[in-house]
């Protein structure tokens, strides 16, 4: 029995020391955010701001165009991921429902898409950009974003789509729904956690991007176009680094994605997994 008990204890005193491990920078973050300059710049830590104060908050809002800021990463965000959900929809029907030449290798590359690293070619895509004179805008983010969380978003909606069975949806049309009516009344309602779980996945990775951005956008100076990862980068006083406004903002920045994972998180987990290993 002892053997039994210790053999169990280990497996969650190993959980708790990696939840600590992991869950302390994000205290020491929003606890910094609180807590006033002196005693962020002392020299003995202070775990536990008991004076806390609002003022880097304060000033991370009122940094210039902030409200700008927003409005981009939002709009950006949620474009690119709206989009992105529109088209791997079609082409995991595609790939699920339809027999067609090549349907095997497209299927490769887009995994092969999925592990190329997008820092590699920001070269080549900020030449395409700029040949184009459209620097500094949203328009060449937002594509580059949806082509980012693209080859994701169709593996996993690809597992679930065969996840379903043809018979329900041969059954609907036998019942006079059209090939689209069909997928709408029996093959959408199915895919909704796998749908959750890649927007989800979608919005963080299009949310917390920098590099694209910082090439594509801050390249040419200040201006409208820039997002939420720009304006972290943007806290420095004469003395050096603004800490507190740095963490403030992080803070800040952090809680869009907690706000959409705290809502998925349910069909979110069970989306992910379901849709890697269906099909």
Known sequence: MRRSALGR??????????VIFFAFPVYWMVSTAFKKTTDIISKTPVFIPLNG???HFTTATGADQFWSFVANSFIVTVVAVAASLVIATAAAFAVTRMRFRGRKAFVLVVMVAQ????????ISIYM????????????PLTLFYMMMVLPFTIW??????????????ESAMVDGCSRFQAFMRVIFPLLVPGLMSTSLFGFITAWNE???????????????AQTLPLWLTSFQTTFGDDWGATMAASTLFALPVLVVFFLFQRKAVGGLTDGAVKG
């Open 9 to 18: 204890s280990w497996p969650n005193a190993i959980a708790v020391v990696l």
């Open 53 to 55: 104060t609002l003022e």
């Open 156 to 169: 996993t909606l690809r597992g679930f789509m065969a996840a379903v069975p043809k018979e329900l949806e």
């Open 210 to 224: 920098l590099p694209l951005v910082l090439v594509l956008n801050k390249a040419t100076g200040p201006g409208t």
């Open 115 to 122: 592990m190329a690293p997008w820092e590699v070619m920001s």
């Open 128 to 139: 395409i950009v700029r040949d184009n004179d459209m620097l500094n805008s949203l328009v």
